[in-house]
């Protein structure tokens, strides 16, 4: 498919404003925050490593739940509203992502009860060949911890290839029972939820949608973060998402590269290259139209300046009516 030059990077910027970029291209994350190093050391970037929670397990665990393939906790036929968590897991300075971490996740139903005799709710999903996960699930219910309502919350446990295990949780923002909450109004040290309480949108489809990155004790692939947003390039739109027979993908250059615009599928599987070739700093399009065969799911639309992954946008595709 050609793609079709329209502006230099210099037009670009200045007819782009680079604060509605932030909001339009960056997934909110949870828990990835870059802190500045002092001068004379290293510039990689600094971030806030994921905490452990105050309640820890909790008295709710179960032994050896099952892995998920699809990437779904919930059942299509679970009570509640739909709930989407995405995000990526890094190491403790997020110059690397980690591909296979075990992420371990359990929650309450719609009405704040566990399933202590099965795996409803329960199951374990894998980081892909690019770090990512993704889950779709409901949101949990609240339940009283003595004369209180905990804040809804999802347990998790995270294993990185080699590395401990963290055990932690994630709350939502705008919950009216965090501030009464021993685990969740904890805002420092080594139980800090702060970078653990996400926000949450509703997307096309009218799914609650969040994203939290988790950053842990790890080794992995290096990811370029230091030069993502302005050095090299960045995907600016893709439309509409979801998405059914065709996504439209807008990006920029940003000086003379060798380009890759490639997607993958949840489990990390490059299943389209739509742009690989020697570009100049333009703006450029690209229409993706996948096989009607290609399963619907998440997947994750990838740019690549000289074989570094520099940004990155999840894609939903569904069903025509």
Known sequence: MANTPKKNRRQFLKNTSLSALGITLLPQIGTAKPKPKPKGKQELQECDATTLDYYGEGPFYTENP?????????????????????????????????????IDLWHADDDGAYDNEGYNLRGKITTNDQGFYVFETIKPGHYRNGSQFRPAHIHVKVTPPGFDTITTQIYFEGDPYIEVDAAASITNGNYDASHRIIPLSKNAEGKWEGTWDIVVNGEGIPTGLQDIHLDKGMIYEVNPNPFTDSLHIRYGVFRPSKVSLLVYDIQGKLVANLEENTLTPEKYEAIWQPSPYLPDGHYFVALKINDLQVHYLKVIKVKSQ
């Open 66 to 102: 099952p892995s998920l393939t699809d990437g779904r906790l919930a059942s299509i036929y679970e009570p509640g509203e739909p709930l989407i968590i995405s995000g990526r897991v890094f190491n403790l300075d997020c110059s690397e992502y980690i591909p296979n971490t075990v």
